[in-house]
């Protein structure tokens, strides 16, 4: 271990290239490793939310009027269906997407939550928030005193299993402002998330978004990298990600 290199002091849990451009540094009390990449900026907690909290807000996500939340068939439930469960806390839905004149639903269920009511677009969807709630209140709170900002909506993302995914994008729609500050919360199963360059794909970093972890992105990496969650066929457990956001 070489004595004088800040990034020894504690074990990153994933890879950082060993290169120009790339650091790291443990901050004690927050808990978590602020990194630096070449033009972005991370912060990543991995055990931001404890068991308890964390096994508590899928519940919260997914209680309903019909259905028991722990051993229901989700990835059964077509677009009707879905809309038929009277979720208690979440207003899911199934959205779709017109790809080149073809209707495709998303490849994963979505609610959108914020302060107002100024439209998001997103995938080229335009979508209205819904009003907080007391969960999503508690969530923001705790993610708005480590970003130090105040989030004004979270776009809610519901992955079935493995099969759902999100594919290559940036978050740099023009309501996010020049630098969007984004907070990203995971509860559930363990993706990969996959940052590349956008100039040079083959310039990548991959995180392990657990259970209860935290990933903030800020600076200007919404400019410079692209980020996704492929799928992961075996993986048969849901997952829930929040991403924290401050629209304009
Ligand atoms: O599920 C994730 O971790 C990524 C979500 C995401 O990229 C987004 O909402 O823009």
């Known amino acids: 271990m070489d004595l004088f290199n800040a ?9 950082l290239p060993d ?52 051993t229901a068939n989700w990835r059964e439930l077509d677009k009707e269906q879905l809309s038929q469960v009277k979720f208690k806390n979440i207003d899911w839905n199934h959205d779709k997407l017109n790809i080149y004149g073809k209707e495709v639903f998303l490849p994963r269920y979505t609610a959108w939550y914020g302060d107002n009511d100024k439209p998001y677009t997103y995938s080229g969807l335009t979508l209205q928030p819904n009003a907080w709630n007391k969960g999503l209140l508690f969530i923001k709170d705790k993610v708005d005193k480590v970003a130090k900002v105040q989030f004004n909506s979270v776009l809610m993302n519901w992955y079935r299993d493995g099969e759902d995914h999100m ?18 919360v995971n509860f559930g199963a363990t993706r990969r998330f996959k940052l590349r360059r956008v100039d040079n794909h ?11 972890s935290f990933l903030l992105m800020r600076g200007q ?9 492929p799928k992961e066929l ?14 304009n």
């Open 19 to 70: 290169k120009p451009g790339y650091s790291f540094k443990f901050d004690e009390a927050l808990n978590g490793f602020f990194i630096t990449i070449p033009n972005g900026e991370l912060f990543y907690s991995e055990n931001f939310f404890d068991k308890k909290i964390s096994d508590r807000s899928i519940e919260y996500f997914l209680e309903n009027d019909s259905n028991d939340w722990k």
């Open 167 to 184: 594919g290559w994008h940036k978050d740099d729609e023009r309501e996010l402002g020049k630098n969007p500050i984004i907070g990203s």
């Open 7 to 15: 990034n020894d002091n504690t074990n990153l849990p994933f890879v």
């Open 202 to 212: 083959k310039e990548k970093l991959e995180l392990p978004l657990k259970n209860g």
């Open 221 to 229: 990496i919404q400019h410079f990298w692209q980020h996704g969650v």
């Open 234 to 247: 075996k993986i048969k457990e849901l997952r829930f990600n929040l991403t924290f956001r401050i629209i």
